[in-house]
């Protein structure tokens, strides 16, 4: 195209013209071949808002010049053309004119830099929520059951998901620095402010994570055991064996035993809630079980510990079926091997998932962690077998259905 020379405003032309296409004919494009800055800190408030209203959704596409008038609204009509003009002349807009009657009238308005405006206004990108939470999705966390809980976050507004994934990456920071506190505690560190957190993103986390293990709230963490051993405390003893069912045991309490006996045979931990009530009423008398609430936070990792030196005993597994199970049954295992007892996984075998009437298809996150458990040290011979199984099958399954 051939552009004219600058005009006394540094404006360039060029005739859109073509004899074959007579749908041309009569259009112009005006453009500055220079663009030089914008000093909007010192435009009216009218004209910044103004302004806003137009680049705050623009790309490099052409918009009508009668859509740009009508974001203006009638009272701006005239305000918005000489705005256009301050624009062209600053070399911001590329304006497209067709001769109509006898004069150049706008007809298509070109943004050339859209982004560069929004900046200076301090506007978001249109899409910056979007790609802030596809950058924000990449994360894994230290923690599955985050993981997880970022997981349900895909099925919510961008903006939204960000906030709350921010809460989650707070929730990993916390459990890092073992802190313990109530909701607002949780909420200063989180966002700065001990009111920060609304009942809408408190429902959401409870209901996606298991907040007692970051110990976060009112209540004090209770460790679920059935056992037959009598604890000697500093008040007086307790015979465990005397409840029907189980017991549950808070943290102090378990520091405080100052003496225990008799040993168990050996140790059960089950993963499952239910199941693991089902074995605990079950469980003979040489035996103890004890309730895995799934990757073992750091108050049952210390209590468990300090449990098991005064009633040690070797140690029989059992989580799901699934990868997570493998990782949460090491986990726990290592507690004993710490102590340099024995452990095995117990009813975690391939077998055991083969034999399960349903399952679910393994997610991608799944194969993910399959990964980093070959990458990691050799597994139990049980485990290894189970997680080859899950790879074959590519189906998971749940502890409820084998006990």
Same mark, same amino acid.
């Given at each position: 195209?051939d552009?004219?020379?600058?005009d =006394?405003?540094g404006v360039?032309?060029?005739?859109?013209d073509d004899p074959?296409?007579?749908?041309?004919k009569?259009?112009r494009?005006?453009r500055r071949?220079?663009p030089?800055p914008l000093?909007?800190?010192?435009?009216p408030?009218?004209?910044?808002?103004l302004?806003?209203?137009w680049?705050?959704?623009?790309?490099?596409?052409?918009?009508?010049?009668?859509?740009?008038l009508? =974001?203006?609204?009638?009272?701006?009509?005239?305000?918005?053309?000489r705005?256009?003009?301050?624009?062209?002349?600053?070399?911001?807009v590329e304006i497209e004119?067709r001769?109509?009657?006898?004069?150049w009238?706008?007809?298509?308005?070109r943004?050339?830099?859209?982004?560069g405006?929004r900046?200076?206004?301090?506007?978001p990108?249109?899409?910056a929520?979007?790609?802030?939470?596809a950058?924000?999705r990449?994360?894994?966390f230290?923690l599955?059951?985050?993981?997880?809980?970022?997981n349900?976050?895909?099925?919510?507004?961008?903006?939204?998901?960000?906030a709350r994934? @921010?809460?989650?990456d707070?929730?990993?920071?916390?459990?890092a620095?073992?802190r @313990?506190?109530?909701?607002r505690?949780f909420?200063?560190?989180?966002?700065?402010?001990t009111?920060?957190?609304g009942?809408?993103?408190?429902?959401?986390?409870?209901?996606?994570?298991?907040?007692?293990?970051?110990?976060?709230g009112?209540?004090?963490?209770?460790?679920?055991l059935?056992?037959?051993?009598t604890?000697?405390?500093?008040?007086g003893?307790?015979?465990?064996?005397?409840?029907?069912?189980?017991? @549950?045991l808070?943290?102090?309490?378990?520091? =405080?035993i100052?003496?225990?006996?008799?040993a168990?045979? #050996?140790?059960r931990?089950?993963?499952?809630?239910?199941s693991?009530?089902? #074995?605990a009423?079950a469980?003979?008398?040489?035996e103890a #079980?004890?309730?895995?609430?799934g990757?073992?936070p750091?108050?049952?990792r210390?209590? #468990?510990?300090?449990l098991?030196g005064?009633l040690?005993?070797?140690?029989?597994i059992a989580?799901?079926p699934?990868p997570?199970g493998?990782?949460?049954?090491?986990?726990a295992?290592q507690?004993?091997a710490?102590a340099?007892?024995?452990?095995q996984?117990?009813?975690?075998?391939?077998?055991?998932?083969?034999?399960?009437? @349903?399952g679910?298809?393994?997610?991608?996150r799944?194969?993910?962690?399959?990964d980093?458990l070959?990458a990691?040290p050799p597994l139990?011979?049980?485990l290894?077998a189970?997680?080859?199984?899950l790879?074959?099958?590519?189906r998971k399954?749940?502890?409820? =259905?084998?006990?």
């Amino acid at each position: 195209m051939d552009w004219s020379p600058p005009d =006394a405003n540094g404006v360039r032309s060029c005739r859109l013209d073509d004899p074959l296409r007579a749908s041309l004919k009569g259009q112009r494009r005006l453009r500055r071949g220079s663009p030089r800055p914008l000093d909007l800190d010192t435009w009216p408030a009218d004209d910044r808002t103004l302004l806003a209203d137009w680049v705050r959704k623009a790309a490099d596409k052409p918009l009508r010049h009668d859509t740009l008038l009508r =974001a203006a609204g009638p009272t701006r009509a005239m305000s918005a053309d000489r705005l256009l003009q301050t624009l062209l002349r600053a070399g911001s807009v590329e304006i497209e004119e067709r001769h109509e009657r006898g004069h150049w009238r706008p007809w298509q308005i070109r943004f050339l830099d859209p982004a560069g405006l929004r900046r200076q206004l301090g506007l978001p990108e249109p899409d910056a929520a979007h790609k802030a939470w596809a950058e924000a999705r990449q994360h894994r966390f230290t923690l599955p059951e985050l993981d997880h809980a970022a997981n349900a976050l895909d099925a919510l507004p961008p903006a939204r998901a960000l906030a709350r994934h @921010a809460l989650l990456d707070a929730l990993d920071r916390w459990q890092a620095d073992q802190r @313990a506190g109530t909701w607002r505690d949780f909420a200063q560190f989180a966002r700065g402010d001990t009111k920060l957190i609304g009942e809408a993103e408190k429902a959401w986390l409870e209901h996606h994570v298991p907040l007692e293990d970051f110990r976060i709230g009112g209540h004090t963490p209770l460790l679920l055991l059935r056992s037959g051993a009598t604890l000697h405390l500093a008040g007086g003893s307790w015979p465990l064996a005397g409840t029907p069912d189980f017991a @549950a045991l808070t943290p102090a309490t378990v520091d =405080a035993i100052a003496g225990a006996a008799p040993a168990p045979r #050996v140790w059960r931990l089950v993963e499952n809630r239910t199941s693991f009530e089902r #074995v605990a009423r079950a469980c003979p008398p040489d035996e103890a #079980v004890l309730w895995l609430p799934g990757y073992p936070p750091s108050w049952w990792r210390r209590a #468990v510990a300090s449990l098991l030196g005064h009633l040690p005993a070797p140690a029989q597994i059992a989580c799901d079926p699934d990868p997570d199970g493998i990782a949460i049954a090491l986990q726990a295992g290592q507690l004993w091997a710490d102590a340099g007892l024995d452990w095995q996984p117990w009813q975690m075998s391939a077998d055991t998932l083969e034999a399960l009437p @349903a399952g679910r298809p393994l997610t991608d996150r799944d194969r993910a962690l399959l990964d980093r458990l070959d990458a990691g040290p050799p597994l139990p011979p049980t485990l290894a077998a189970l997680a080859a199984a899950l790879r074959r099958l590519q189906r998971k399954g749940e502890q409820e =259905a084998c006990l």
